[in-house]
Antibody, heavy 122, light 110 residues
């Protein structure tokens, strides 16, 4: 069974940093592109970032480019999102998600974690 | 960048009724790289439909997707109480790789 478990969320001051983790199990992690998606409570889904299967290619939403960094450790089956220079508007639940198909990076998000809440406030 | 618009914003229907949800893209979505997700209250999203019309594993056949180019539709043929959720469309085929979501349609069950 595919499982994705996020951790690392919490309360941080504006300008601060946080590192989110997503522990994957139940599948061959190194075969799949992975994504981060965030959601302000009560609002819609917003795509944040994605990384290809070997970590050599990444993409970001304009709103986080230059501040967030996605990475992965395939030996430890873990996805990361480093959040720097945090702003109040980054407050959201952050979901990690696995693409449905291993054969293409252009694949929908077939599996999701339960999310971790990041609150940016003084 | 492709922008997705969903309508209506909220749909209030009775059990057994048919729900028709629309997703319109500002540019053509290549190769029907259009997905639909369901998010029930307090839960993570779940993939319903991909490739515009293919049901994901375990999704009941009362859910169906159609469309191409810039206009896509999610149809729930006979609403059940557990279909109370927000439904999002997403495109995942643009270049550079951006994976934009629509704003969502909330389905209320009367």
């Amino acid at each position: 069974e595919v499982q994705l478990v996020e951790s690392g969320g919490g309360l941080v001051q504006p300008g601060g940093s946080l590192r989110l983790s997503c522990a994957a199990s139940g599948f061959t992690f190194s075969n799949y592109w992975m994504h981060w998606v965030r959601q302000v409570p009560g609002k819609g889904l917003v795509w944040v970032s994605r990384i290809n299967s070997d970590g050599s290619s990444t993409s970001y939403a304009d709103s986080v480019k230059g501040r967030f960094t996605i990475s992965r450790d395939n030996a430890k089956n873990t996805l990361f999102l480093q959040l720097n220079s945090l702003r109040a508007e980054d407050t959201a639940v952050y979901y990690c998600a696995r693409v449905l198909s291993s054969s293409s990076g252009y694949s929908p998000l077939g599996y999701w974690g339960q999310g971790t809440l990041v609150t940016v406030s003084s | 960048e492709i922008v997705l618009t969903q309508s209506p914003g909220t749909l209030s229907l009775s059990p057994g009724e048919r729900a028709t949800l629309s997703c319109r893209a500002s540019q053509s979505v290549s190769s029907s790289y259009l997905a639909w997700y369901q998010q029930k209250p307090g839960q993570a999203p779940r993939l319903l439909i991909y490739g515009a019309s293919s049901r994901a594993t375990g999704i009941p056949d009362r859910f169906s997707g159609s469309g191409s180019g810039t206009d896509f539709t999610l149809t729930i043929s006979r609403l059940e109480p557990e279909d109370l959720a927000v439904y999002y469309c997403q495109q995942y085929g643009s270049s550079p790789p951006l994976f934009t979501f629509g704003p969502g349609t909330k389905v209320d069950i009367k």
